[in-house]
């Protein structure tokens, strides 16, 4: 089992910048591909970005040039580092890990809000 704790919410204006975090309750070694996911009120959760046990990585196209993400694995951690923020990028965001064993963890979420 593996917990997944986020943080780095909160309020910022547009253009503005956050960095959120997700960290493993255990050695992330043993996990392939983390993610970063989003779902704004009245809608469907989407993948926001993505990366490999070998730090490949992938961007919605919505994110490209504005999100990072990178993962920690001495640290258990995996960041999503956000500029150049937009109103529509308001939502929770969850971070997700899918093991070796092949089973899939969520976090619990945080919210991310995006003023005008």
Known sequence: ????VESGGGLVQAGGSLRLSCAASRSIYRINDMAWYRQAPGKQRE?????????NTNYADSVKGRF???????????????????????A?????????????????????????
Do not use: F, H
């Open 1 to 4: 089992q593996v917990q997944l």
């Open 47 to 55: 993948l926001v970005a993505g990366i490999t046990r070998g730090s």
């Open 68 to 90: 990072t993400i990178s993962r920690d694995n001495a640290k258990n951690t995996v960041y999503l580092q956000m500029t150049s923020l937009k109103p529509e990028d308001t």
């Open 92 to 116: 929770v965001y969850y971070c997700n890990a899918n093991a070796v064993s092949g089973n899939t963890y969520w976090g619990q979420g945080t919210q991310v809000t995006v003023s005008s």
